[in-house]
């Protein structure tokens, strides 16, 4: 399967805004509209538009210009080969994203369904709301190879975030649900205003100060995550037992960080 390949004519001189160009737009893809800093100009006077659609669409060359790739998709799958902007995989819903190179800022910002996997680096603000919106990502999965800028899961309110690398301050902040998994260096106040969710984490050293020490357990619901994500099931190793630490609860949440027991 080849489908649709987006190949750029050359150097961009603007932030170039890709929303509404999904492997299953119908017509000519070239002539489709798209931002172009505080213009518009069509698709085709920036790319080389090959290919025929079958539900992949291909960038050939990435670039941190690139802008809201993948927004809105709900079938199919695009592959970026290099890097991309801000609002990667925005409001998502299904399909599947991959680029591999690194992402801006609220990549993933309120997906619904469907993958986004990202193998260098995420900016802040990783799944988190968008201007304007109340909650972050409801749904899906998201694997960043790297690491994650500020406030990665912020008010995440589902889904499977598994971020391989460091994840920076404020990781998790005010989460309703949901699961963020960091397996690098925690930066500080992780979970700050938790209300609900799970974050799985190398060391409770910068969770908020909310957070209560509750013990080892055995826990069978590692059990039922892993059956269904396997990326958790990577992460726990077949290992059921956890350390437990209950918060925030400055705020009366009841989520939890859990480190997992070697």
Do not use: C, N
């Amino acid at each position: 399967m080849t489908g649709l390949v987006l190949t750029p004519r050359g150097a961009f001189e603007a932030r170039v805004d890709l929303s509404g160009v999904l492997p299953s737009v119908e017509g000519d893809l070239a002539k489709l509209k798209i931002g172009y800093g505080a213009a518009r100009a069509e698709l085709g006077e920036l790319f080389d538009v090959s290919g025929a659609a079958d539900g992949r669409l291909t960038i050939e060359s990435g670039g941190a210009q690139l802008d809201r790739v993948g927004a809105g998709l709900s079938s199919g799958e695009i592959v970026v080969k290099g890097d991309v902007g801000h609002q990667v995989g925005q409001r998502q819903s299904g399909g599947v994203i991959v680029v591999k190179g690194s992402a801006g800022d609220y990549a993933a910002s309120e997906l619904s369904g469907g993958k986004i996997a990202v193998a260098g680096d995420v900016g802040a603000r990783l799944g988190a709301a968008g201007d304007g919106a109340k909650r972050g990502m409801s749904g899906g999965v998201v694997v960043i190879g790297g690491s994650a800028g500020a406030r990665a899961g912020e008010r995440l309110r589902g889904g499977v975030v598994l971020i391989e690398g460091d994840a920076a301050e404020g990781a998790g902040t005010s989460m309703i649900a949901g699961t963020l998994a960091v397996m690098g260096r925690l930066g500080r106040h992780a979970g700050r205003g938790m209300k609900r969710g799970t974050l799985f984490v190398s060391s409770p050293e910068e969770l908020a100060s909310g957070f209560a020490d509750a013990g080892e357990h055995d826990l069978v619901m590692l059990r039922v995550l892993a059956r269904r994500s396997h990326e958790l099931a990577h992460l726990f190793g077949g290992r059921t037992r956890a350390r437990r630490f209950a918060g925030d609860l400055t705020l009366g949440g009841k989520g939890e960080a859990l480190i997992l027991s070697r």
